[in-house]
């Protein structure tokens, strides 16, 4: 399955959404064009599906933000790590993140902690996995997204279970925003990969 990719074009000045075949927003978003408008955008790519998107934030509860594109695909994020999708079929429908949150903020370093989806299977139908994670990498990497650069700690997670083993991985700003990630959704979808483009 493959989702459109629509920018919005109210926020960029860019072409409304359509239902053919969209372009891939780097081949036509600048950093002028990004921060013109000083609106929050996100950039998102499912490489399994081949597919990648804008996202514009449209609503926040709490500290869980969603973020939508044109054609109302939408993904949720608490604090940068991603609880839900909708629109995309087979759909991660909830995450709980409270172990890869200690870890982020400097604890649990190596000790396992548990993280669970919840997701649609191939029919439709709400499956359920539990993870065994802890932190498997540490390092400082320098990113570029959109012609700017950001000073990150790259952590890595390693989450296994039987019959998977995933690494997620989380570029983290000093103040601990999420620039990057690269988090595991399901088996139909495998990894999303997020970039903040404005904060």
């Known amino acids: ?79 940068g790590l991603v609880t839900a999708t909708r629109g995309l079929g087979e759909d991660l429908m909830s995450a709980d993140n409270s172990g890869t949150k200690m870890m982020l903020a400097g604890q649990l370093a190596d000790q396992y902690y548990v993280k669970l989806h919840s997701y649609l299977d191939g029919e439709y139908q709400t499956a359920f996995r539990s993870f065994q994670c802890r932190r498997s990498g540490l390092r400082q990497e320098s990113i570029e997204i959109f012609e700017r650069r950001h000073a990150t700690t790259r ?24 620039w990057k990630t690269q988090q595991w959704l399901s088996p139909s979808l495998k990894y999303l990969v997020t970039e903040q483009l404005f904060r």
């Open 155 to 178: 952590i890595e997670e390693l989450c296994v279970t039987p019959g998977y083993e995933i690494t997620n991985v989380y570029w983290q700003g000093a103040d601990g925003f999420l």
């Open 1 to 79: 399955m493959r989702f459109h990719i629509c920018l919005i074009g109210l926020v960029l000045g860019l072409a409304a959404c359509s239902k053919q075949e969209a372009q891939d927003p780097r081949k036509i978003l600048t950093r002028a064009r990004i921060d013109a408008p000083a609106t929050p955008l996100l950039l998102a790519e499912i490489e399994e599906i081949e597919t990648v998107a804008t996202l514009a934030k449209v609503a926040l509860n709490k500290t869980v933000e969603t973020w939508q594109t044109g054609d109302q695909v939408s993904l949720s994020l608490d604090q």
